[in-house]
């Protein structure tokens, strides 16, 4: 997070496992997620018996699960989603190659977050005040995930989700925040 007693904004960097595991289980079971967003990266191997491909049921509680994912921003901490039915099975199932691969995929942007000795950081506050922003009152909560491009998807009101592609890349995901706080990036 960056916020200093001067400063009148915040962006906090996030990882949300529920919407991970959401996404690695929307490509084994063939939902199709509101956003469109690109399969995950690296692929997990997710097991789904037949029966569960395209199951209204299982797409059903997806969606619910996903809708809940998106309002609650974060809580990567928390523990493994408690859902019955279909996709309950299919979590109970996979949970041993699902809760490795996220908390994987959270050390990555953990790693991708931390300054690089010998290469020179790209900060967000000097890059807002160049942009003449920086005394402009936000709070953001960009959410990273394990997607393999470099996605940045608002979602309305101060969520944005990221993919871990893009925040790899520093001066992209920087550029990307100022464009969208001085409109020149998607709204």
């Known amino acids: ?19 991970a595991l959401a996404l690695a289980v929307r490509e084994a079971v063939g939902c199709a997620d509101p956003l469109g967003l690109p399969p995950v990266d690296p692929p997990v191997a997710v097991s789904v018996l037949p029966a569960e491909r395209r199951d ?24 493994a989603p408690q859902v019955d039915g279909p996709l309950g099975a299919v979590l109970r199932r996979n949970s041993d190659v699902l809760l490795p691969w996220s908390a994987a995929r959270k050390r990555e942007l953990a790693a991708s977050s931390r300054a690089v000795p010998g290469r020179p950081r790209i900060r967000l506050a000097d890059a807002l005040r160049e942009a003449g922003v920086r005394d402009r009152e936000f709070h953001l909560t960009v959410l990273a995930a394990p997607v393999g491009l470099p996605v940045f998807h608002p979602v309305g009101g101060s969520v944005i989700l990221a993919g871990l592609e893009l925040v790899r890349d520093r001066s992209a995901y920087v550029t990307a925040l100022v464009d969208h706080l001085t409109g020149y990036g998607p709204a």
């Open 1 to 19: 997070m960056h916020r200093t007693s001067d400063t009148p904004w915040s962006v906090t960097l996030d990882y949300s496992r529920d919407l």
């Open 56 to 79: 209204p049921t299982l797409t059903q509680q997806w969606h619910a699960w996903w809708t809940g994912a998106m309002a609650a921003p974060g809580h990567g901490s928390r523990p």
